[in-house]
């Protein structure tokens, strides 16, 4: 997906919510996001929008699958006990797919601005933290993309010692949690970022070298944040 047609949702969502809340005004109806468990919309949203933008990533899909299991909890449609018995088989699920078919599929990722262009890539190597922390190293190591997903957690990505011989993708949502990358002194980066109560520090401002590799994040931050050093 394309910034503009990112941006659209964000920007629909907006108005949605701004009409619901003027139509509260002149007594048209009874509109309120605080029905019970909407607190599971900033699980929904974030991942759902993140799927569309960068595919089928494993850390987005369990993000958004147990935002919709814990609505129909909250909703009574599903009991917690029940609930609460699977969602960890769920998750385990996912990573499993994740795992098996991560090797198989290919996909065109597009990065979200204008400058940048349509590239095609392996599929990239996930790493997720889901009411958790990780922290990943790549010493000496060829690196050649990743999606990375801190929901409710934290990742550290460091890159700083590692290979980066052509230009490469990082995805990157922060939900409720926060992102760390570290990159080699070397690479050129460019952040493309859909900030929602978040952001993006980016430390490596400007052109290294204009024959160097660069680096381009994508950040969507939704009350979590993604730290680029």
């Known amino acids: 997906m394309t910034r503009n047609n990112n941006n659209f949702l964000w920007g629909l ?3 949605v919510l701004g009409i619901g809340f003027a139509g509260n005004a002149f007594d048209l109806w009874h ?30 899909i369990i993000g958004f699958v147990s935002g919709v299991m814990l609505l129909l909890s909250c909703q009574g449609f599903v009991s917690t006990r029940l609930i609460g018995q699977l969602i960890i088989p769920v998750i385990l699920i996912i990573a499993g797919l994740g795992i098996i078919f991560s090797n198989s599929s290919k996909k065109t990722i597009s990065i ?10 392996e599929h990239l190597t ?52 926060g992102i760390e990358i570290y990159l080699p002194a070397y690479v050129n ?19 290294v070298n204009s024959d160097a590799p660069t680096v381009y994040i994508n950040a969507t931050c939704m009350f979590g944040g993604v730290e680029i050093r």
């Open 13 to 15: 969502l907006f108005i």
């Open 112 to 121: 979200k601005s204008s400058d940048f262009q349509k590239k095609n890539s």
């Open 31 to 60: 509109f309120s996001i605080f029905f019970p468990g909407w607190w599971t919309l900033f699980l929904i949203i974030p991942c759902g929008i993140s799927i569309i933008q960068n595919g089928f990533q494993t850390g987005s």
């Open 189 to 207: 980066v460019k952040v493309s970022s859909t900030p929602i109560f978040g952001g993006v520090t980016n430390r490596r401002h400007g052109i």
């Open 126 to 177: 996930d790493y997720t933290a889901t009411f958790s922390s990780q922290s990943i190293s790549l010493d000496n190591q060829i690196f050649t993309g990743a999606s990375i997903n801190a929901i409710f957690g934290s990742v550290t990505l460091r890159l700083d010692n590692a290979i980066i011989n052509e230009d490469v993708v990082i995805n990157s949502n922060a939900t409720f949690g």
